[in-house]
């Protein structure tokens, strides 16, 4: 069967945005040459299920595709901002929460811009991939699991398919219209019955009577001006045998993106300050190009872990 029959969903996706941009064009073209069969049987259930929300929803296509040029657009615009001038366009968790999470335009269209680009970006992809590894792995001792700034919901989405009907999910958010924004996606796409909370509050406010045997956490960390506070609140949500995933990255401005990581060094040996050992990792730099060049341009970096306390 021809690909592009295969997985229309997918490619009326991608057809659309290469026809509407030159770069983009070029990069998710020379991704797709990369991929395995695994890659496509994901991204077009992706794309189908998606295709079906926005209808649902009421939101145009012409609009989630509009979304994620936006996305690429401001990425690229905050990165010219970071080169120029050697620091992040925001530095104020404040800014971000009002211009961003507070803002229901600006946060709908972001979350649509980046669900898309966990398929069409090799990175998002790569850390994708390793949570559903990680979690699958994992699954048969996770009785109490915890996702703190949820997004786009697809994290979950895919814990909410792979651990038992029995788990509790807490769920935890500071933006109202992020998790506005999961639940109808969750909603939508989780047909099966299971016990999911949902907590607006910041996480240092946030208690539980369990501790986690799993905590996801993706692209939190250089939200806010003082990740470590976050890493130790981990520490003490975490169960003894419990395990987290985290994502975070390096040179990589953004609309809403206060700490810089300057190195991906500085990221582990927070982690390991805070009372966490590694024990897998990814990193992945946003080009194709020597690790010495990379760092000495400043391009983006994204990297994940898996961990766990170290004192055990």
């Known amino acids: 069967m021809n690909r592009l029959n295969k997985y229309k969903n997918f490619y009326l996706i991608v057809d659309e945005i290469i026809k509407r941009s030159s770069s983009q064009k070029i990069k998710i073209r020379k991704f797709l040459n990369s991929v395995d069969a695994r890659y496509y049987t994901r991204a077009e259930n992706f794309a189908e299920k998606f295709l079906e929300y ?16 936006k996305l690429c657009t401001d990425m690229m615009v905050s990165q010219k901002y970071f080169l120029k001038f050697k620091k992040y366009p925001v530095n104020d968790e404040k800014i971000a929460y009002k211009e961003v999470y507070d803002n229901v335009n600006e946060m709908k269209s972001y979350m649509i811009g980046v669900a898309m680009s966990q398929f069409l970006w090799p990175t998002h992809y790569a850390m994708y991939s390793f949570f559903i590894e990680k979690i699958s792995n994992e699954n048969s001792k996770i009785k109490n699991y915890l996702e703190i700034g949820p997004g786009h919901g697809l994290f979950l989405i895919q814990a909410l398919e792979k651990l038992k009907k029995d788990t509790n999910f807490e769920i935890v958010d500071i933006s109202k219209t992020s998790v506005k924004i999961t639940k109808s996606i969750v909603n939508f796409l989780v047909k099966k ?3 999911i909370n949902y907590t607006i509050r910041n996480i240092f406010d946030f208690k539980s009577p369990n501790k986690f045997d799993f905590i996801t956490i993706g692209e939190v960390l250089e939200h806010v001006t003082k990740p470590q506070k976050i890493l130790k609140q981990l520490n003490n949500l975490i169960s003894d045998n419990g395990s987290i995933y985290m994502s975070t990255c390096v040179d990589c401005p953004s609309i809403d993106h206060v700490y810089h990581f300057k190195s991906v060094k500085e990221i ?5 300050n805070c009372g966490f050992k590694i024990l897998d990792n990814l990193v992945l730099p946003v080009e194709d190009k020597p690790m010495k060049e990379i760092i000495q341009n400043k391009i983006t970096i994204n990297y994940c872990a898996h961990v766990k306390k170290a004192n055990l």
């Open 268 to 272: 582990e040996q927070m982690i390991r």
């Open 54 to 69: 926005l209808k649902v929803e009421k939101i145009g296509f012409d609009y989630s595709i509009k979304a994620y040029l």
């Open 193 to 195: 019955e299971k016990k």
